[in-house]
């Protein structure tokens, strides 16, 4: 009978399928400060889509302990988080209208596990954070409301490995102490391939104990196994890293079509060409929304300007892929002088709002930036996505969605997001005229079919 007990702190796109995934062999409280959601899970009923019906009531129960030692207990009573020995915070980290870092759920979620915080017990974070900020903001929290010392050693540098190669210290963890590791999330939201369990971890710990422990309670469930960093400083470091690559490579190419489209040359044809060469890297031009790739960069370039540098190609990349909405914004309306259509008062269809193809997440979706600009062009904007919630929607971003498309009088159609729905639609045929307008975003139409593409 195992004696972990985990507690998961959010249980969004991160924590959930990891809190089922642990939920199979442990006992796991999951924690989430939203109500409604948490009755939708006790239902076996995951709005983003991200665990099914039958994975969740498999797993779910009904009280916080279980004879078992293994299951999912769901609540929003930060009391029951008392029982864990193992607690992962997921919450997101997002930014705020200046782009600045906002940390105010990894704050809150904190003092949360401060008020049940016991001798021994590890708090490992997944939530992306810049270099520092679990020993730097975490941990002196945990230490003023809990009353306990934070473990930490500089020798754990010395006994990083892989999970090949694990260190011999003794991995009994003293009781006067409590420990932090951190263990960067990897979820690829709608990725059905890419699942937790199927991306390689990587893990770290406050002290070369805890470090292991931590690393063997992630190979547990993680079949391809993990990489044991040597701090939780190059743990967080490599996890913000990721994301500012992808985001200046995508700035790269946004470059390119920019480039390209003042050259009448198709950004994608060139890319094709590029691509048979071995180690061309594979990159389209687009919309760079999310919760990760569009925030991440701002949370290393802060910790950069913290120290006194100001870093050059982080930012440009993120200024050069925050103005693509607007720039797609104005292709559309200079296609639409070209042909000899209005601009004032034309009706525009925009086909996708959420941040990435066939997955519900509007978190963060740059699409609103295309809707925005339209506006300001006295624009009338209609918006259609069978997979984002109108409701979410409005609420989070203050504009009308359709339910259901609403017949042909559109001058033009923007395709923003290729989810695989409109791929089956005549496009063309929701335009009030043959001289209307087909804007690709993404590329996926053929060529004869639009107008003009990024």
């Known amino acids: 009978m195992s004696s972990i007990t985990i507690a998961i702190i959010g249980l969004g796109y991160v924590g959930l399928p990891l809190a089922v995934e642990f939920a199979k062999k442990y006992s796991v409280i999951g924690f989430d400060i939203k109500q409604d959601r948490v009755n939708l899970l006790l239902l076996g009923n995951d709005n983003t889509l991200e665990v099914s019906a039958s994975e969740m009531l498999n797993v779910l129960r009904d009280s916080n ?16 988080l008392a029982e864990a020995n193992y607690y992962i915070v997921t919450v997101p980290t997002p930014t705020d209208k200046n782009n600045r870092p906002d940390l105010t759920p990894l704050i809150k979620a904190t003092e949360t596990i401060a008020q049940v915080l016991k001798p021994g017990d590890i708090v ?76 390689k971890k990587i893990t770290s710990g406050s002290t070369p104990e805890a470090a292991e422990k931590i690393d063997t309670l992630y190979r547990s469930i993680i079949t391809a196994g993990t990489h044991r960093a040597s701090s939780i400083k190059v743990a967080e470091a490599a996890k913000v890293i990721e994301n500012s690559q992808r985001d200046i490579n995508i700035a790269f190419v946004n470059e390119l079509a920019i480039i390209f489209n003042r050259l009448g040359i198709d950004t994608h044809e060139v890319l094709e060409a590029a691509g048979t060469k071995w180690n ?16 991440d960069p701002y949370y290393l370039a802060q910790k950069a300007q913290e120290s006194g540098y100001h870093p050059e190609i982080i930012l440009a990349g993120r200024r050069l892929n925050d103005n693509m909405g607007k720039y797609i914004a104005s292709e559309v309306v200079k296609l639409l002088i070209s042909k000899d259509c209005k601009v004032k008062g034309a009706e525009i269809l925009m086909l996708g709002i959420t941040f990435k193809e066939n997955c519900p997440d509007i978190r963060n979706t740059r699409a609103v930036d295309i809707v925005k600009e339209l506006k300001q062009y006295g624009v009338i904007v209609e918006i259609y996505d069978p997979w984002a919630d109108p409701g979410e929607f409005m609420h989070e971003y203050g504009f009308e969605s359709l339910s259901a498309l609403n017949g042909s009088h559109y001058d033009a159609i923007i395709l923003t997001v290729a989810h695989d729905h409109f791929k089956t639609m005549n496009i063309r045929q929701l335009l009030s005229s043959p001289n209307g307008v087909v804007y690709d975003v993404k590329g996926m139409l053929p060529l004869d079919q639009v107008d003009g593409r990024l």
Do not use: M, W
């Open 65 to 80: 302990i279980d004879q078992y030692n293994r299951g999912l207990f769901i609540t929003t009573d930060s009391k029951a």
């Open 280 to 295: 061309f890297l594979s990159f389209k031009p687009g919309l760079v929304g999310g919760h990760c790739i569009g925030v």
């Open 124 to 199: 490992i974070y997944e939530s992306t954070v810049y270099p520092g900020a679990t020993e730097e903001v975490c941990v002196p929290i945990l230490e003023q409301f809990s009353g306990l010392k934070y473990a930490s050693t500089p020798a754990a540098s010395q006994h990083a490995t892989t999970n090949n190669r694990l260190p011999t210290a003794d991995c009994r963890l003293p009781n006067e102490f409590f420990y932090c590791g951190y263990s960067p999330e990897r979820i690829n939201p709608g990725d059905k391939e890419h699942t937790v369990t199927k991306i």
